[in-house]
């Protein structure tokens, strides 16, 4: 069975700093999804990321793959209060239109 | 291209009744995945339809179950409804097959309360 795991699941962060969200799975996936989702909203997506060494970046945001480590990272860059908001991965399972696993997600709060 | 839609926004229920919501896919895409969003929890796979047909299926009871018109819309029905049932429901479009991407991209989601 797939599992997805993230961490931190809380991350309170000031304006203007960096920090690096976790994402962790447990068995060989083709590939890696990144969602926003703001309160009440649905899901938004950031990045989706195909192959090992894979990064992908928009504005503030960087998303990397490393499919050996079984690893994604999303670092935040200089974060802002319009970066507040929860973040999901999701690995894909069973194919090339498999149902996408989520992890817990990692809930954002940038304060000034 | 219109995106994903979802109907109703909000719902009502009972427990022990049954509910039918309703998702419309993007144009063009062949291939409806209905997600169930627990508070505070990220989106559980319910099951996916691809050109009609149920295409995979997560850990949820016979009671869910789905359609898919032959316009690619779907429903996602639960019977006999349960407390824990409330969450926000999510349908996600995709194009599937041979030519398909890589993008699932997700509707507004459907509240559900069951009382």
């Known amino acids: 069975e797939l599992k997805v795991e993230q961490n931190p699941l809380f991350l309170s962060m000031q304006e203007g700093k960096n920090y690096t969200i976790y994402c962790n799975y447990s068995?060989?996936?083709?590939?890696l999804y990144w969602y926003r989702q703001d309160p009440g909203k649905s899901l938004e997506s950031l990045f989706v990321?195909?192959?090992?060494?894979a990064v992908k970046q928009e504005g503030r945001l960087m998303a990397s793959l490393d499919t050996k480590a079984r690893l994604s990272t999303l670092h935040i860059t200089a974060a802002v209060h319009d970066l507040s908001a929860t973040y999901f991965c999701?690995?894909?399972?069973?194919?090339?239109?498999?149902?996408?696993?989520f992890g817990k997600g990692t809930k954002l709060s940038v304060k000034p | 291209e219109t995106g994903v839609t979802q109907s109703p926004t909000h719902l009502i229920k009972t427990r022990g009744q049954q509910v039918t919501l309703r998702c419309s896919s993007q144009?063009?895409?062949?291939?409806v995945s209905w997600y169930q969003q627990a508070l505070g929890q990220g989106p559980q796979f319910i099951f996916q339809y691809y050109r009609e047909e149920e295409n995979g299926r997560g850990n949820f009871p016979p009671r869910f179950s789905g359609l898919q018109f032959p316009n690619y819309s779907s429903e996602l029905n639960v019977n006999a409804l349960e407390l824990d049932d409330s969450a926000l429901y999510l349908c996600?479009?995709?194009?599937?097959?041979?030519?398909?991407?890589?993008?699932?991209?997700f509707g507004p989601g459907t509240r559900l309360t069951v009382t």
């Open positions: 999701a690995v894909n399972y069973g194919g090339s239109q498999g149902n996408l696993i």
């Open positions: 990321l195909l192959s090992n060494g």
């Open positions: 996600a479009s995709s194009l599937g097959g041979t030519s398909g991407g890589y993008e699932q991209y």
């Open positions: 068995t060989t996936s083709d590939r």
């Open positions: 144009s063009g895409h062949n291939t």
